[in-house]
């Protein structure tokens, strides 16, 4: 199995916390950093998400507690997700919409 540095360095971690020299604080910042990147999406790949998985725009607002109006505009690229909508987009990019079911 080949281990990213980042995992490597979080098993680290984890061990120094299990051993009782580092505190849940620490750790939960190496957690932070090993975090993946949130991943922007264009108009295009955003209707392509929603059509790989395929719901309706209305159906895919609702998953993603957002209005309709919300996804038609990401899809027309005259909106963009950020924050937790960003967040949300990626986990349904890579998960599939039952991670938020």
């Not at 620490?26 to 932070?32: G, K, Q």
């Not at 038609?72 to 967040?87: F, I, M, R, V």
Request: aromatic share 4%; charged share 20%.
């Amino acid at each position: 199995m080949n281990k990213s540095l980042l995992d490597v360095i979080h098993s680290s971690a984890e061990d120094l916390h299990d051993a009782g020299v580092m505190d849940l604080a620490t750790l939960r910042e190496f957690d932070a950093l090993c975090l993946p990147p949130v991943e922007k999406y264009t108009a295009s790949q955003i209707k392509s998400i929603r059509t790989h998985i395929k719901v309706s725009q209305g159906v895919f607002a609702a998953y993603l507690n957002t209005s309709i109006s919300t996804v038609q505009k990401w899809e027309q690229g005259t909106k963009k997700p950020n924050g937790p909508s960003l967040k949300l987009l990626n986990l349904v990019a890579k998960k599939g919409l039952d991670v938020l079911a």
